[in-house]
């Protein structure tokens, strides 16, 4: 069973970058078994994927996000990460770093970090 | 983008029942819907992929139908620990949406 723990700064200022790493145990960001991907959630509302990874560098992101994203992966240290550049409120979320499951055309984000709040505040 | 539309928005109901959730996709996603428990202050769980089918050790009181554009979840008998909110989800096109979320609450 693969497990996430999300790890970074609580609090960005606006118009920074706000930068979390994943770690991975239980399974190598190097092995073709998940897209590596990120989640948020603002505070009482729904769920926006943010992108993902896949071991070979090849990778996707919500265009609603524009060009501030970039994932990328570490596989000296078993870790992924996500950088979203010039933040605003709007980004406030809970951050989650998650695996997608994807075989014979089903997918699913089936292991889930516990989530990290990241406030975006002067 | 999918735009993924769940109904109702809350639900009260108790032990016992049986409850539907229907999620509604604006276009036609063939069978590429997963649904998701998220309890308060805990991530969201993988229940249900391929609109149907169940996730390893998930109970089998919950269900999931549909194809196209219309799909449907349901707990056939509801027990203390499935009161939550409930998220489809699609993954026939990029970028992956998610519908809004129904809460279940306790009546």
């Known amino acids: 069973q693969v497990q996430l723990q999300e790890s970074g700064p609580g609090l960005v200022k606006p118009s920074e970058t706000l930068s979390l790493t994943c770690t991975v145990s239980g399974g190598s960001v190097s092995s073709g078994n998940y897209y590596w991907s990120w989640i948020r959630q603002p505070p009482g509302k729904g769920l926006e994927w943010i992108g993902y990874i896949y071991y070979t560098g090849r990778g996707s992101h919500n265009p609603s996000l524009k060009s501030r994203v970039t994932i990328s992966l570490d596989t000296s240290k078993n870790q992924f990460s996500l950088r979203l550049s010039s933040v605003t409120a709007a980004d406030t979320a809970v951050y989650y770093c998650?695996?997608?499951?994807?075989?014979?055309?089903?997918?699913?984000?089936?292991?889930w970090g516990q989530g990290t709040l990241v406030t975006v505040s002067s | 983008d999918i735009q993924m539309t769940q109904s109702p928005s809350s639900l009260s109901a108790s032990v016992g029942d049986r409850v539907t959730i229907t999620c509604q996709a604006s276009?036609?996603?063939?069978?590429?819907l997963d649904w998701y428990q998220q309890k308060p202050g805990k991530a969201p769980k993988l229940l249900i992929y391929?609109?149907?089918t169940l996730e390893v050790g998930v109970p089998s009181r919950f269900s999931g139908g549909g194809s196209g554009t219309d799909f449907t979840f349901t707990i056939s008998s509801l027990q203390p620990e499935d009161f939550a909110t409930y998220y489809c989800q699609q993954y026939n096109n990029l970028p992956y949406t998610f519908g809004q979320g129904t809460k279940l609450q306790i009546k």
């Open positions: 391929d609109a149907s």
């Open positions: 276009q036609d996603i063939s069978i590429y």
């Open positions: 998650v695996t997608l499951h994807c075989s014979g055309g089903s997918c699913g984000f089936d292991n």
